[in-house]
């Protein structure tokens, strides 16, 4: 078995696709193993490591006269595929919530743009009002100098 798993992870798809053909409506001792292992191969086009699983559970839970050996490699290839399936679900989760992250971020760098933008117009307008007290004060010192001229 491990000898036929190795040969099915060096298939190319289309490899695949006819090893999955010969060993369509076929049977034996071992012919849900191999099914199962073309069916959880990442490549496969037919890939579906649900219906393996099932596959190898049907295959752990009837009585038969196969080999130990089989039922642990059955045993160790079913436990990686719910290994496989538990590490999927947590990285999508894992997904779910860094896109909620991101999408929280995003809104919150637009409200920080929003609050420069307002802190930049408020800046300029305060600097207008400054020039505009320069220019009241120059006004002033003028008008200051013109009187006291007068008054000499």
Known sequence: MVRYAAEVQGLSPRGLEREYERLAGGEGETHAIRMALLLSH???PFRDPHRAERLLEDYLER?????????????????????????????????????????????????LRSAVAEER?????????IEALKAIEKSLDK??????RLQD
Do not use: I, W, Y
């Not at 894992?94 to 999408?103: D, F, P």
């Not at 117009?121 to 009002?129: D, G, N, V």
């Not at 008008?143 to 006291?148: A, I, K």
């Open 42 to 44: 990442p490549e496969a």
């Open 63 to 111: 009585p038969g006269s196969d080999t130990s050996c089989c039922r642990e490699f059955a045993a160790f290839v079913r436990d990686s595929l719910l290994e496989q399936r538990h590490t999927r679900a947590q990285m999508s989760n894992t997904l779910v919530a860094l896109r909620q992250e991101r999408k929280a971020l995003e809104q919150e760098v637009q409200h």
């Open 121 to 129: 117009a408020k800046r300029s307008k305060l600097e207008s009002q």
């Open 143 to 148: 008008v200051q100098r013109v009187e006291q």
